[in-house]
Nanobody
Framework: QVQLVESGGGLVQAGGSLRLSCTAS????????MGWYRQAPGKQRELVAA???????NYADSVKGRFTISRDNAKNTVYLQMNSLKPEDTAVYYC??????????????WGKGTLVTVSS
């Protein structure tokens, strides 16, 4: 089994910062792409940022210049540094990762999400 566990969400004032973390654990052989998605109330889940196993990144236009995604392959962990937060960043943030397991299976895994609330 593989688990993704997020942490770091919370309540912050507009203009503030938060750092999200997501750690993968279990029967992991290798991890390919990792990313962060978010889902605001009444809206569809959207990609926020993604990072490949080689470190290439891409961001949603709405967060470019404010959010930074990074990963520590030794710790099976992906981070999302969020600066200059806006009320419209309020959402549940989900970690996603493409993982190959020790028994040879590869699939996309999701965390349970962490709530980020930005007050105006």
């Amino acid at each position: 089994q593989v688990q993704l566990v997020e942490s770091g969400g919370g309540l912050v004032q507009a203009g503030g910062s938060l750092r999200l973390s997501c750690t993968a654990s279990g029967s992991i052989f290798s991890i390919d792409g990792m990313g962060w998605y978010r889902q605001a109330p009444g809206k569809q889940r959207e990609l926020v940022a993604a990072i490949s196993d080689s470190g290439n990144t891409n961001y949603a236009d709405s967060v470019k210049g404010r959010f930074t995604i990074s990963r520590d392959n030794a710790k099976n962990t992906v981070y999302l540094q969020m600066n200059s937060l806006k009320p419209e960043d309020t959402a549940v943030y989900y970690c996603n990762s493409a993982i190959s397991t020790l028994n040879g299976y590869g699939m996309s895994y999701w965390g349970k999400g962490t709530l980020v609330t930005v007050s105006s």
